[in-house]
Every structure is written in structure tokens, then in C-alpha cells.
């Protein structure tokens, strides 16, 4: 498997000789052609600076040839060691990890074979910094990224954005993790280090020469759905674990499947965090529903357990919820004795929003219409993306909260199609679900596996069925995007832009 950080010796040879010469610190001086965001620009060092290029490579999935994928690799400029963190044999990012209030300096470079640029997922950021479509920068040029980490601590990703072509970057393995740390979190004690594990799971579908298929044609409508299950990049993911508290950060980094996790033997799943951090306090689901781009934090007793003994996290059908038939995602092989306190802490963090919440008025939020036009364009009260347009209820005032409500209208018998619905540049709470009383059963399967508490920026709205989010817009004025995260429907059109005005 080929190691996804680059020397520095490396890096400096691909910029030629002129490059080489010049100090390592001012290589975006030596990078033309170079797209620089000079408005945020502090004109000071950043407290972290990394390089992430994306390249085509090969990874070694399976025995046999090795498969064709897109990755991104990084190398640290400015930091210490364990700010980027490789995923033994992944073909998946770094993992990036940063603390609260840290200032943050990002080169990328594009090496692919078509344009691209990286959106930090879930990030509170400035415009310039959100990685939206109309930055795209061609092959062999560079984006430079200042923000300052202003979120609270919690597992947040960063993956491509470019338009129409997000869904095969992705499923291509553009993809790696984010993780924040902050006081109020340190003060928890959580399990940490070899106990605090990140989860990428995904699904692809393998050719007979260990190729990924995508069609895009095949795949308009419902989305790419594989057959096989990755965890980290690597099929049949097994964990090794001693009888204590872990921490499990799960994300959902397929395109478009909606995943049912379960424990094997029944246990109810304690989660603690969601895509935004911390929940104020634990809370239980005999099963968790996850749609594409959630996370959640899980805390996992495997105390009780004997060595020897063996669990797994499953992918069960929602509609009938049989643990025989259930796919196994994840192994877990109790194999060591240690004795820790096991108890999960019952005060978690502060949400803060939710004081604000009653002078809202929840009663005329801002519609917004989700539906499938001809050809399987994905619409937004009707209209599909334009990388510029937005509408008059498009527009909010900096400083504002707001009350959005997303209305699934994708009800026609194969087409009622669920829509995780993302939010950039903010994290949002979620107040209320209403379902038509013709999906109500079915609607609320589904609901009873969601976490609904806690800090979102990804919401699952299900065929019929009304979501209300509240949402404050600070910091930053400019251009973001809201859009379906089944990246096939991003890609068909079920995106659009906000501006936030000062």
C-alpha cells in the first residue's frame, strides 16, 4: 500500500529547480498558476499549515491487481507531527487534527486529470474557504485556504466539490477526515488515543480486476449503491479490543446509501456526538439510521464482554429490522482484559442555541421544495443549480436566525426518494419532523433510528415528510451552497445557493 504523506524532497522536485531554491514556507510564491484568497490573509503564520495535493493512484484492496483510485495525500508544513494522521492501508486522506481557535493554512494542489476543489464539511468558515464550485481550479494549479477553526470539538471531513463531478471524486476515494479538540471536550476524559477511532464507511461496487464501476447513468436516481462494504478503505474491517470504553466516530462517506447500524447481539448504541460535536447528554437507539455525510459519536462498553467473544455492527433493512439478515459492516474481536471505568459521562456540553429558540417564529419558516424534474434533475422549489443565481428567500441577513423547513415531494412509487440535505458553513439544530399520513409508518421507522438532538449540518428528509431547522448565520458574509448529499442528485441539479448579507 502506497503511504499517503509525500516528502518534503519530493514535493520541492516537483516544482523544479527554480521552486527547489525557494524557502518551504513561501511555496504558494512558487506554485504558478497559483489562486491565492489574499482577503483572508492575515499576513501572520497560521498556528497549522499543510499541503493536501489530489493525485490519481493505486491501492491494494484486494489480492490481486491493485485498484485504480483518486487520493489525497499531505505533508505537514507548519504544526506538530500528530496534527496529520494516516489510516494504515487506506487509500482515504489524512486525518487532519486541530483544536478550537487554531489559525489554519491549506495549500492544495490539483493533480487530477480535471478540475477540482476541497470543501471542509460541516466547518464554520469564510466564503472564500468553503470550497464552492465556482473555485474550482484546473489541473497542475493550487487553492490556498485561511480560516480559523471556530467549531466546537467533533469529527467534520473534507471531500471534493466541483460541479457535476463530485459523486465520481468521491466514489474515486477523494476523501479524509477532520478532527477538532477543544477544552470543554478535554475536561470529559473520553477515550482517547488507541481508544478513540474514526470510522469511514462506505460502499463500491468492484469489477472481476478489483476496478470500481461507476455509470453514471445506471446510477441517476437512487445513487450509487454498492455491494461491497469499506471501513477506512479496507473490506471486512476488523477491530481488536480490551474490555473497556471506546470511542467510535462513524461517518457515512458513501454516496448515497442510507445505512441501519446495529449491534449484533441487540445492544442499544449510546451516542454521545453528531455531525457538530458533543450532545448535551447521552442518549440510546436500538438501531441508529445514518444517511450519506452524517456522523455520530458512539460510546461502546465492551466490558461486559469475554475474551474471545466476538461483536458486530450491522446494516440492517429498516422496514423489518431482521438481525439474521443483517449485513455485517464491522467486526469487533474482544481479545484483551483491562479494567477501566466504564461508566459514560451523563453531562456532555452546552448547546447554547437552544435559549434563542423561542424568539423565533417557527410558524412561517422558508420553504424549500425538494423534487425530481425530467431527465432525473434534481430541483429546489423548482429550480436546479446555477453556479451564481439566488432567490430573494436565497438571501439572509448576517446576524439573523432563521426557521427552514426542506419538504420531500419525491413520493411517486420508485421515485420517493429520500434526500439527506446539507448546509454549508454553519451547523443548524433540528425542530421539528411532520410526515403525510400516507408515509407515517414507514416515515417513522425511520425516525425512531435518528438522533435529532445536538448540533447538525446534514439533515434526512424522507419521501412526504417536513423538516424544520434552525439555523444562526455569524462571522462571515458571501456565497454558500445548500444541497440533496446523495451526491448523484447534488450532481443532477438539487443544489442552490444562499448569500448571507452584512
Not at 458513501?254 to 457538530?276: E, M
Not at 448540533?455 to 419521501?463: A, G, K, Q, R, S
Request: hydrophobic share 40%; aromatic share 10%.
Amino acid at each position: 500500500m502506497k503511504n499517503n504523506t509525500i516528502s518534503r524532497r519530493s514535493f520541492l522536485n516537483s516544482l523544479g529547480t527554480a521552486g527547489a531554491a525557494l524557502s518551504f514556507l513561501s511555496l504558494t510564491d512558487a506554485l504558478p498558476p497559483l489562486k491565492k484568497i489574499n482577503s483572508f490573509f492575515t499576513g501572520k503564520d497560521p498556528d497549522l499549515e499543510f499541503l493536501v495535493r489530489a493525485k490519481p493512484d493505486t491501492a491494494a484492496i484486494f489480492k490481486g491487481p491493485e485498484t485504480k483510485v483518486w487520493r489525497y495525500e499531505g505533508e505537514i508544513i507548519r504544526g506538530p507531527k500528530d496534527a496529520l494522521r494516516i489510516i494504515p492501508g487506506s487509500f482515504l486522506g489524512p486525518i487532519i487534527h486541530a483544536r478550537r481557535g487554531q489559525a489554519v493554512r491549506i495549500h492544495f494542489i490539483n493533480q487530477l486529470p480535471e478540475s477540482s476543489i476541497i470543501h471542509w464539511h460541516g466547518l464554520h468558515v469564510p466564503e472564500m474557504a468553503d470550497g464552492h464550485p465556482r473555485l474550482a481550479v484546473n489541473t497542475n494549479n493550487t487553492y490556498v485556504y485561511d480560516f480559523t477553526i471556530k467549531d466546537r470539538a467533533g469529527m467534520y471531513w473534507y471531500h471534493p466539490h466541483p460541479h457535476g463531478r463530485t459523486a465520481l471524486q468521491v466514489y474515486m476515494g477523494l476523501a479524509g477526515l477532520l478532527i477538532v479538540s477543544d477544552e470543554e471536550e478535554d475536561q470529559l476524559a473520553l477515550p482517547s488515543r488507541e481508544f478513540d477511532i474514526p470510522l469511514v464507511i462506505q460502499d463500491r461496487v468492484f469489477d472481476e480486476n478489483n476496478q470500481f464501476e461507476y455509470d453514471s447513468e445506471e446510477v441517476r436516481g437512487y445513487g450509487a449503491i454498492g455491494d461491497q462494504f469499506l471501513v477506512n478503505g479496507a473490506p471486512n474491517y476488523e477491530l481488536p479490543a480490551a474490555t473497556r470504553p471506546y470511542r467510535l466516530r462513524v461517518l457515512n462517506g458513501s454516496n448515497a446509501r442510507i445505512y441501519t447500524l446495529a449491534w449484533s447481539d441487540g445492544s442499544p448504541l449510546t451516542v454521545i456526538g453528531t455531525d457538530g460535536g458533543l450532545l448535551e447528554n447521552p442518549v440510546k437507539r436500538d438501531y441508529l439510521v445514518l444517511s450519506p455525510a452524517e456522523r455520530v459519536d458512539l460510546w461502546v462498553d465492551f466490558s461486559k464482554y469475554e475474551i474471545g467473544a466476538q461483536l458486530q455492527l450491522l446494516d440492517l433493512d429498516p422496514y423489518d429490522l431482521n438481525f439474521a439478515e443483517g449485513k455485517k459492516i464491522i467486526s469487533i474481536n474482544i481479545n484483551k482484559k483491562e479494567n477501566v471505568d466504564s461508566s459514560v459521562p451523563q453531562n456532555l456540553s452546552a448547546l447554547h442555541l437552544n435559549s434563542e429558540m423561542e424568539a423565533v417564529n417557527q410558524k412561517n419558516p422558508k420553504i424549500f421544495q425538494l423534487s425530481m424534474g425530467a431527465g432525473m434533475m434534481g430541483l429546489i422549489n423548482g429550480r436546479s443549480f446555477d453556479m451564481h443565481a439566488i432567490t430573494t428567500d436565497e438571501q439572509v441577513k448576517l446576524g439573523d436566525l432563521e426557521v427552514w423547513q426542506f419538504e420531500n415531494l419525491t413520493t411517486n412509487g420508485e421515485m420517493s426518494l429520500p434526500h439527506p440535505m446539507h448546509i454549508h458553513g454553519l451547523q443548524f439544530q433540528i425542530l421539528q419532523r411532520q410526515s403525510d399520513p400516507k408515509f407515517q409508518k414507514i416515515n417513522a421507522l425511520i425516525n425512531k433510528g435518528q438522533v435529532d438532538e445536538g448540533w447538525h449540518d446534514t439533515v434526512l428528509v424522507m419521501p412526504g415528510e417536513k423538516v424544520k431547522i434552525l439555523m444562526k448565520f455569524t462571522d462571515y458574509d458571501g456565497l454558500y451552497l445548500y444541497h440533496c448529499h446523495n451526491l448523484e442528485h447534488e450532481d443532477m441539479g438539487m443544489m442552490r445557493n444562499y448569500r448571507v448579507v452584512s
